[in-house]
């Protein structure tokens, strides 16, 4: 009977080898889609992504719905993609943990289970889809999704006891709730909407991310105050600003110009080590001074052989996803309409924001994952104590199935600025130039006919990105 429950365990331990033996990321493993998209090929992504026949039920479902609505929205589907991403966000809101893979994923590796986005993947789908609802000239919609975001980012950090994400409040979508409003002449909530952005942008996006509050959404704020008669706040803003406001009649249409530029980071691998050290009677105690963790694991519970196993662990190491910046070709873009020059301001660092939020996340998340591959130290402990052979297997599947989690939506845009530029009525041509190293620029020329006195939007996402380093 023994050596029949050696000979299972050692088959079992080798089908793991064989199914955990590609260590390739997920950006090599969606190269193929990947590259249509930065080729601006977005017809044969779509095909791409419409041919993966487990993309609709499969572990990376989310990611399939994410990368869909992307793709719909930039061929200018906007209800296509909104359905999309509605999908996406439905299968995130309704995500329960798989307790058969939650168990497997403690002596394997988290690419077990579905896909869980990062906190700013599940929000960032509510930028697109209020910016499909802009176009599709429902603003109210567009309003839902704004204020959806800010929902979110409340019930997420509202979870987290330690380590909250330095991406708590939203200055982008506020900016935007405070766009919508103007657009439909609701001055009150206009200004509302553009003080809360401004106080997020000094108080949480200066300090985490390295960037303060559009000097476009300063002048919102005072004109919208100056409107409903907020005139201590017309005050008190020009001395926070350091700006003189000077009211002037807005008869003119107007085009807010959303800039999406580049593409954000994807994710590879590290990983960080931890020793035992001395910790109290019934626990084994595991450390890694460089960042300050340490994470104790009770023993008390367990037989002889299994404290053992755990108190003899002197080191192991344990795998964590990292991004890698894909740096964008273009560093600066300004529009030009009716001889004057509109420059584009930072708006929102995706880029930034992606780093912060997983290093807030390792932080939560390193006891464990160090209890996870201590776990299976463990395991290989006891195993070569049983048998030698046996032993070895366990100890390279543990090697082989020590990795990180490497999923990520990848379409998303490096950074998000805006401007806003006085349209005439009728037919209006922009040139919008982009500019790159070494006095490299892009031209488009963009006609747009505004038929009417009121705010219009569009947007524009230049794709060119440097590839990741070496090493996918």
């Not at 053992?308 to 190491?317: D, E, G, P």
């Amino acid at each position: 009977m023994v050596s029949l429950t050696k000979k299972i365990a050692k088959a079992g331990f080798l089908l793991l080898i064989l199914f955990f033996s590609s260590c390739a990321t997920y950006y090599v493993k969606t190269i193929k889609f990947q590259e249509q998209v930065q080729q601006g090929n977005f017809e044969k992504a779509e095909k791409i992504l419409s041919e993966d026949k487990k993309g609709p039920d499969g572990k990376n479902k989310i990611l399939h719905y994410l990368n869909l609505g992307y793709v719909s929205w930039i061929m200018g589907d906007y209800e296509g993609s909104n359905q999309n991403f509605a999908k996406a966000d439905q299968y995130i809101e309704d995500q329960a943990k798989n307790y058969g893979r939650e168990a497997l994923a403690v002596v394997t590796n988290q690419t077990v289970k579905e896909y869980e986005p990062e906190d700013f993947e599940k929000v960032t789908l509510n930028y697109f889809k209020a910016l499909n609802y802009l176009f599709l000239e429902n603003y109210d919609e567009a309003l839902v999704e704004c204020r959806k975001i800010n929902i979110k980012l409340n019930a997420l950090n509202d979870k987290y006891k330690d380590h909250k994400n330095k991406f708590q409040r939203d200055a982008f979508a506020n900016t935007m709730m405070g766009l919508i409003y103007e657009a439909n002449k609701d001055y009150n909530n206009a200004f509302i909407a553009y003080r809360n952005a401004y106080e997020v942008y000094k108080e949480d996006y200066q300090e985490n991310f390295g960037f303060g509050a559009p000097e476009q959404l300063k002048k919102d704020l005072l004109r919208t105050a100056y409107i409903t008669g907020f005139y201590d706040e017309v005050r008190f803003y020009e001395k926070e600003f350091n700006m003189k406001y000077e009211h002037k009649i807005q008869d003119n249409p107007e085009l807010i110009f959303f800039w999406l530029n580049g593409f954000g980071p994807v994710k590879s691998e590290w990983s960080i080590n931890f020793t035992h050290v001395k910790g109290e009677e019934g626990w084994a105690t595991f450390a890694n001074e460089e960042l300050g963790i340490t994470v104790p694991i009770y023993i008390g519970d367990k037989n002889d052989n299994e404290k053992n196993a755990f108190q003899n662990l002197r080191f192991f190491r344990v795998a964590f996803p990292k991004y890698t910046v894909r740096e964008p070709v273009y560093f600066d873009a300004s529009i030009v309409e009716n001889n004057k020059t509109y420059n584009l301001e930072l708006l929102q660092d995706i880029n930034q924001i992606a780093f912060k939020t997983l290093q807030d996340r390792m932080l939560r998340e390193a006891g464990t994952a160090a209890l996870r591959v201590a776990t299976k130290k463990a395991l290989e402990s006891l195993a070569t104590k049983e048998d030698a052979g046996l032993g070895t297997l366990v100890s390279i599947t543990n090697a082989i199935t020590e990795k990180a989690d490497t999923r990520n939506w990848q379409t998303l845009p490096y950074s998000i600025s805006y401007s806003r530029i006085p349209l005439k009525m009728g037919e209006n041509h922009i040139n919008f130039r982009l500019r790159g190293e070494n006095g490299m620029t892009n031209d488009s020329k963009i006609d747009f006919q505004a038929n009417s006195n009121k705010i219009y939007f569009y947007s524009f996402h230049s794709i060119d990105s440097y590839p990741p380093v070496v090493g996918y």
